[in-house]
């Protein structure tokens, strides 16, 4: 398997655009991550998927993030508008069921978003 | 709730010189335990994990760590660090119940000086 592949790998952006992350875990996983890092806050989790279904995105900053998980394959991460604060590096994790003697979280490589 | 604490943001070691990342948790209830590291724009690789059984741990790289229950801890360690060890270290938890949050300490950078 050639591991969480997340694109773009980077992206810049204008301030009001709209920004869209695309992320697609190892197959087989069930769970699926996606965290922002930044100096400040370090590693945040904005929202997480078991079996496609958003089980908690109490870490999403705002209403101009939302996140979906259309099939087991595919997830993406959409600020509307960008702001220049959402200037990250935004990570994709996935993980097989808690429980397993497999649970570990696997990273993408990140896209770095600098909004201008 | 659970929280993870790094209390080091930063250790500077010498090459060949042993060193120790702390990691301290909080939780209610029983917890899995990792330590990640990153290398300079790359994504996190996981070094080990505690998830049950022996509390001493061996990762890749070297590392390895134990975990304390009675003192909340999961110290990571490694008798002889290189160059190459120069990174930044995650401890993260995950809760043994219902949820499955991954969360992780705020990052300690290692770096190893000649």
């Known amino acids: 398997d050639a591991g969480v592949i997340q694109s773009p790998r980077h992206e810049v952006t204008e301030m009001g655009q709209e920004v869209t992350l695309r992320c697609k875990p190892i197959?087989?996983?069930?769970?699926l991550f996606w965290y922002r890092q930044t100096m400040m806050r370090g590693l945040e989790l904005l929202i997480y998927f078991n079996n496609n279904v958003p089980i908690d995105d109490s870490g999403m900053p705002e209403d101009r993030f939302s996140a979906k998980m259309p099939n087991a394959s595919f997830s993406t991460l959409k600020i509307q508008p960008s702001e220049p604060r959402d200037s990250a590096v935004y990570f994709c994790?996935?993980?097989?069921?808690?429980?397993?003697?497999?649970?570990?979280?696997?990273f993408g490589q990140g896209t770095r978003l600098t909004v201008v | 709730a659970q929280s993870v604490t790094q209390l080091d943001s930063q250790v500077p070691v010498f090459e060949e010189a042993p060193v120790e990342l702390r990691c301290n948790y909080s939780s209610s209830v029983s917890v899995y335990l990792f330590w990640y590291v990153q290398y300079p724009n790359q994504g996190l690789q996981l070094l080990l994990k505690?998830?049950?059984?022996?509390?001493l741990v061996k990762g890749i790289n070297g590392f390895e760590a134990e975990f304390n229950k009675s003192q909340t801890s999961f110290h990571l360690r490694k008798p002889s660090v290189h160059i190459s060890d120069t990174a930044e270290y995650f401890c993260a938890v995950i809760r043994m119940d219902s949820s499955y949050k991954l969360i992780f300490g705020s990052g300690t950078r290692l770096l190893v000086r000649p």
């Open positions: 197959s087989g996983h069930d769970y």
């Open positions: 505690y998830l049950s059984g022996s509390t």
């Open positions: 994790a996935s993980s097989l069921s808690l429980g397993t003697t497999s649970t570990e979280a696997f």
